[in-house]
């Protein structure tokens, strides 16, 4: 937003849009590590890491990674994801040159990235390949890891156990209850806890943000589109048929300002707001009263449907 916003002052943003994600990723990925023992998307479903050896040995998340698997896991975590994305921009800028062939075709330079064009794909499949086969080991229980890259950073995901989430709690609450005597001291609580404060943040407000967006991909989709258009497409409903389940039931006289109860001239007409038909105030009052139904249709009413009309004379 800063970059289309003012590009002469903050345009370097958008071109080094990855190298300040992978610092903030970085930032990010640190503070789980060392306060949870696991990465950002790993806290949020309740797993951490342990060092891959002796499955009935699993320390606490507060105890942390060993620093060798600490730092494994930050730059498998961070540093992959971001080399994968350079390649991906540089073959698709070498595929731009080599369609509009901006080299000449006998220099070595176009010979080598066409020779590195024509192996890219098997090598991502190769890599690809990799992922799938230890996701399938791993289904089938052959594996401890469900992806490579924690195997090479020497660690397996585990879930949190109730002692974890009582040591998390209890450092969190130690952290906020122990006394700050220096100056330099308070500054780094202080630190401390506002990083603290937008993790957890960032931490709940996920679980929000996906579904919103989940909601929206919903509301928007071209299947749910349809199924709204359709709805509001059908045809209005008829109105409903006369009840005339009742022998007594009245018939409707043939001349409009006559009573159906008295077969008279109305007298203070009045209309019944269930079914829409007039009777004299007297006859109405009196049946509903009785009845508690409209006289013509049977649909349930009370005195309070009864509503009188006033000709303009009056």
């Not at 024509?118 to 469900?146: D, R, T």
Request: with cysteine.
């Amino acid at each position: 937003v800063l970059a289309e916003s003012n590009p002469g002052r903050y345009g370097f943003l958008w071109r080094r849009f990855d190298e300040i994600y992978v610092l903030l990723d970085l930032l990010l990925q640190q503070h789980y590590l060392a306060r949870c023992s696991a990465s950002f998307s790993e806290n949020f479903y309740s797993l951490k890491r342990i060092p891959t050896g002796d499955g009935r040995q699993q320390p606490l998340v507060t105890a942390g990674l060993p620093k060798r698997q600490h730092w494994k896991s930050l730059l498998l975590l961070v540093l992959v994801p971001y080399l994968k994305g350079k390649l991906e921009k540089l073959v698709a800028t070498l595929r731009e040159e080599d369609e509009y062939s901006i080299h000449p075709p006998s220099s070595s330079w176009k010979r080598f990235y066409r020779a590195f064009l024509a192996a890219y794909p098997f090598v991502n499949m190769s890599w690809e390949g990799w992922f799938l086969i230890q996701q399938l080991c791993y289904i089938l229980g052959k594996a401890q890891h469900h992806s490579p890259l924690l195997r090479l950073a020497g660690v397996r995901l585990v879930r949190l156990t109730a002692q974890d989430i009582q040591a998390l709690e209890k450092k969190a609450t130690g952290a906020t209850s122990s006394p700050a005597h220096s100056i330099k001291a308070r500054v780094q609580s202080a630190a401390r806890q506002a990083l603290g404060g937008i993790a957890f943040s960032l931490s709940t407000g996920l679980s929000l943000s996906v579904f919103f967006l989940q909601f929206l991909d919903w509301w928007y989709s071209s299947e749910n589109q349809e199924t709204i258009k359709s709805l509001t497409a059908l045809p209005t409903p008829p109105p409903p048929v006369h009840l005339e389940q009742e022998l007594s039931s009245a018939l409707l006289p043939k001349v409009k300002s006559l009573c159906p109860l008295c077969r008279k001239i109305r007298v203070n007409a009045t209309v019944l707001s269930t079914s829409g038909f007039v009777f004299c105030y007297r006859c109405i009052y009196s049946y509903v009263k009785t009845h508690q139904r409209c006289p013509i249709t049977g649909y349930t009413s009370e005195l309070q449907h009864l509503v009188k009309l006033y000709s303009p004379e009056s």
